[in-house]
């Protein structure tokens, strides 16, 4: 007797990017780890992925999980690239702790990678020990599938485990290994790692790949590596506007941190903002506040214009007219953002035609909101209440998260000129406002409660956490809480660096 599950019960993969050639990676397996335990197998994920979570649960498949078993079909790699780190030019960075197993194809037949993140060195690890500890894998699967839920482009959580291991930070910490789902890993950084090294021909075959696996549409435009850029640009465009719209702060847009296709990926020192203001950072490595909130739309154009330069090669042959052609595709930014960015803002105010004014009735109230430290979540999931044309009620929750709640209802009487005009009934708007305006997104210190829980054993608050923030736009009465800002003594002063 074997205890090897049936075949049809174990993963098919696909391998795609294994089969390039070996400059795009270093073969690498899994370094095996003492005494895996499961702590969470995303069982909605597992069946969208055509995986048995019966498999994954059982002692081979959280073997697989930890880096002790290689599954049949896996070609274990880590993936070589470069990055600008804070602006920083770093020549080569790479997996130095992500292992990709592979690639599997999901129910609607769409790639994906399967990565174990935290599972030993390989050839990119610099100084580093190649290892994750149990914080960042858990705020990593609670804020990727947070993000998810509210409907965020983004890497999914599969599975976490514990190693059994201590991983050495400021201490010692409980090691975790987090199983990682991506539409791709290619990054900005991917691209400059051979642009740097003049290598076009090896630029060739990654954009090319990259536009077989991400922008199939592009194959077949005029110049395919113009329409690579175009549509990167849009998506990144499209996905800064959405964290603008939830608070979200990335925390380290750094080239090698900005995935081609658009998705959000490595959560580090990331935070949805409480009170809103723009300026706000919670890095304690971003001192000069580079990837602040309201910086994110011109560091995301300062990535794509890295990205652009690598693409010139490939973009036409004679340079000048390259760098034309690029430039143009990146003027379209700001305006392609803009766009994005107001058509977010126009739906939480619940707007559903356009105006010229609205612009400036949106950044009215985040301006107001600035100035009267309002919580931005609960002030944009609350804004439904105030459809109607009653008197504004003195005890309305809203008002009271303005320091100066008079301030507010002058901004309210605006806002209900402008909705007199919408055409939609009031209970039509209502439920399309709570469609978009969560109640609930990971609050920075209930990620670090249910961190320091865990690390003490108790996983019951990231269980709960990651129940509550499925469905962030239901009310959830008996969850009431998770909705409200911290105390000031709750405040979460930094986050970690997340490593
Ligand atoms: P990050 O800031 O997490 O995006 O990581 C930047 C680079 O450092 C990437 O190349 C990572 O693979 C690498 N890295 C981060 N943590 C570790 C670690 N503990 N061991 C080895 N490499 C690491
Ligand atoms: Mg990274």
Redesign the pocket.
Known sequence: MHSNPPPSTQIVFDNSYAQLPGQFHARQNPTAVSSPALIKVNERLAHDLNLDVNYLTSPTGVQMLAGNHVPQGSDPIAMA?A?H?FGNWVPQ??????ILLGEVLDRDGARVDLQLK?AG??R?????????WLGPVLREYVVSEAMAALNIPTTRALACVTTGEH?LREEAFPGAVLTRVAQGHIRVGTFEYFAARGDTPSLRILADYAIDRFYPDARDAPAPHLSLLKSVLARQAELIAKWMGVGFIHG?M?T??MSVVGETI?Y?PCAFIDAYHPQTVFSYIDQMGRYAYANQPDMGKWNLTRFASTLLPLVHPDEDAAVDMAQDALDTFRDVFADAWTAIFRAKLGLSMQEDEDPALIQGLLDLMAENQADFTQTFRGLSGLLGSEAIPENNPVRGLFNDPSAFDGWVNMWRVRLARETRSEPDMRSEMRAVNPAYIPRNHRVEKMITAAVDGDFSFFDRLLDVLSRPFDDQPQFASYQTPPKPSEVVQQTF???
């Open positions: 690239y990055g780190q960075l790479g997996d130095g702790r992500a935290g060195r390989t990119y690890s610099r100084n580093g020990d190649g290892r994750a991983v380290v750094n090698d941190n490595d580090g660096c997340g490593t």
